[in-house]
């Protein structure tokens, strides 16, 4: 988006609220004077391989950002349409933000067998902003994400997968961490026909991910589902 491009008179679509305001809308005060915004990303990694069986791959980095955007809130007015009543705020542009981030991603892949492959991952991430609104950035991404892949094919034309994930929580938003699983078992009938029974969030009968805070819209959450797949090739 062209920030310097944006009217004056700019307004975004509205968005349902609950209770007594009919919907929300946000205008956007264009910015003549926005310039790009700038980092500089420094890089350290490692890898490392044991044969053919083993994989190990980690990743450091530190970034430094300017001229970040920013999108500062002025006074809300609740403004009226017809019977309608909706909430008006309005944004101001700029480049008002600036910080770092660091952390490192590490991936580890081990061939178990000729029919078993496990992959792990790692994340951590952490902001240091400074500026409007810097909580909410910060408060918006979680520090901790782990994750566990099997992959295997036990017998001809089965294959059975695994999907476990943690995900720390978004303590801006009021999101919890969670952990989760995902399942697939299927079956090969043909070159062109498998058909597969997938079980997704396994462990809990519904969670969060993410919660916006900047846009006026009801928070919804991940239900588990158990579903089946038949594909067709050709």
């Keep these: ?32 004077g926005f310039e790009a915004e700038r980092v500089n990303a ?10 053919s069986s083993f994989f190990a791959d980690l990743a450091t980095f530190y970034n430094v950002y300017s001229n970040l955007r920013s999108a500062v809130p002025d006074a809300a007015s609740v403004e009226t349409s017809g019977s309608a009543t909706y ?19 590490l991936a580890v892949k081990q061939q178990v067998s000729d029919w078993w492959l496990l992959q792990a991952g790692y994340t951590y991430l952490q902001m240091d902003l400074h500026g409007p609104l810097a909580d909410l ?4 991404v979680p520090h901790h994400q782990l994750r566990l892949d099997s992959g295997m094919d036990p017998a ?8 476990a ?56 959450e991940i239900e588990r589902n158990v579903h089946g797949v038949c594909r067709w090739r050709w």
């Excluded at 988006?1 to 005060?29: C, H, N, R, W, Y």
């Excluded at 420094?42 to 044969?51: I, N, P, T």
């Excluded at 909430?87 to 991603?105: A, F, K, R, S």
């Design 137 to 140: 950035e910060e408060g918006s």
């Design 42 to 51: 420094f890089e350290l990694g490692y890898r490392y391989r044991a044969g």
């Design 156 to 163: 001809p034309r089965w294959s059975l997968d695994g999907h």
């Design 87 to 105: 909430l008006l705020v309005p944004l101001l542009l700029g480049n008002e933000t600036d910080g770092e981030t660091y952390g490192l991603e």
């Design 165 to 220: 994930r943690y995900v720390d929580e978004l303590s801006f938003q009021d999101v919890d961490a969670y952990v989760d699983l995902d399942i697939r078992l299927g079956y090969q009938v043909s070159e062109q026909l498998d058909v597969s029974l997938v079980g997704n969030n396994l462990l809990d009968n519904r969670h969060a991910e993410f919660k916006s805070v900047e846009v006026f819209s009801l928070p919804t």
């Design 1 to 32: 988006v062209d920030m310097q491009a944006i009217k004056p008179d700019f307004t975004l679509s509205p968005v349902l609220l609950p209770e007594d305001i009919d919907a929300g809308f946000f205008s956007i005060s264009g910015n003549r």
